[in-house]
């Protein structure tokens, strides 16, 4: 019964190794597709930011403008900067602490 259960444990570990991570996601959440990356310095993600009266502590700071998820890599799921970001919860007028992918 050990032996069996060896076996498992050993076959499941290496299904796990050999199973893909899927591409369309990043330890942060789901890959965001943004129509412009920029900084929370320049003047158009500045007056966003403020709007929503965010406070970003590093003005370098990678901002992702007019973002949504990317939905399907495989079928060009995302025309414009695919990126990950730290913060998408303000909807898809801009995520902050972006960083571009390559897909």
Request: charged share 5%; glycine share 10%; aromatic share 2%.
């Amino acid at each position: 019964m050990q032996f069996k259960l060896a076996m498992f444990t050993a076959a499941l570990a290496t299904l796990a190794a050999a199973t893909p991570t899927p591409r369309d996601t990043c330890s942060t959440g789901a890959m965001q597709c943004c129509n412009s990356l920029t900084t929370a310095n320049d003047p158009a993600a500045a007056s966003i930011i403020h709007s929503l009266g965010v406070v970003v502590q590093d003005v370098n700071a990678g901002v992702g403008l007019q973002c949504s998820p990317v939905i399907g890599l495989g079928s060009g799921g995302c025309k414009a900067q695919a990126v990950c970001c730290q913060n998408n919860s303000h909807g898809t007028l801009i995520s902050i602490g972006c960083v571009p992918v390559q897909l």
